[in-house]
Structure formats: structure tokens, C-alpha cells
């Protein structure tokens, strides 16, 4: 059974920077796509990026582009989100999940979510 563990988020200020670290363990790393998503309050689960499975590619939401980037160790069994120049409307819980596909940025192409980790911006 895989299980995910998400850690990193905190309070912040608009503009400011954090670093979200997502643990896989029970499941062969290597296999997966890794994707944050994340969930507003009040708001449905959005995908935010996702990363191939040895890092080769990524790919982002628009409203992430340019200030948020992906990467991964997988020798760590690790992904991570280096979230830049944050704004308030980045304010959610993170989630990262697992895909066996790439090309798919549906929610529910990700499974095997972890507890979230939540992020506050303040203006």
C-alpha cells in the first residue's frame, strides 16, 4: 500500500517563498508521475504540477507557472514544490498523489493521496 506524507507548509507572506516535501513510501517510486495538487477553501481540488518519472519533464498550471517548480529525488523517494513569489490566492491545503500515466493533469488521474500539508499567504 502506498502512502504519501506531505510536510513544509507554514504561514507566509505575499511574495515570500516555501519548499513542500512529499515522502512516498510502500510503492516503487520510480513508476510514478508525481503531481501536487491543492484545495482552497471552499473550492474543489485543482492539479498544480506534476513531474515525469525520472525528472525528465514537467508541467504546470498556468496559475503556477513562472513561481512554482517541481522536482524530485528518487533515491529519496521524494518530490518536492518550490513555491516562489506566493500570493494570497495560493492559499490551500497541498496535496501530492501518484499516476502511472503522463500527459493526463486531471484530478482524478492522481491517486494515493497523502494528509495535505496547509499553506497560508497573508497580503
Known amino acids: 500500500q502506498v502512502q504519501l506524507t506531505e510536510s513544509g507548509g507554514k504561514l507566509v507572506q505575499a511574495g515570500g517563498s516555501l519548499r513542500l516535501s512529499c515522502v512516498v513510501s510502500g510503492g516503487i517510486f520510480e513508476h510514478y508521475t508525481m503531481g501536487w495538487l491543492r484545495q482552497a477553501p471552499g473550492k474543489e481540488r485543482e492539479f498544480a504540477a506534476a513531474?515525469?518519472?525520472?525528472?525528465?519533464?514537467?508541467h504546470y498550471a498556468e496559475s503556477v507557472k513562472g513561481r512554482f517548480t517541481i522536482s524530485r529525488d528518487n533515491a529519496k523517494n521524494t518530490v518536492y514544490l518550490q513555491m516562489d513569489s506566493l500570493k494570497p490566492e495560493d492559499t490551500a491545503v497541498y496535496y501530492c498523489?501518484?499516476?502511472?500515466?503522463?500527459?493526463?493533469?486531471?484530478?482524478?488521474?492522481?491517486?494515493?493521496w497523502g494528509q495535505g500539508t496547509q499553506v497560508t499567504v497573508s497580503s
Open positions: 498523489g501518484t499516476s502511472l500515466r503522463w500527459g493526463i493533469w486531471s484530478v482524478s488521474e492522481f491517486s494515493s
Open positions: 513531474i515525469y518519472w525520472n525528472g525528465d519533464y514537467t
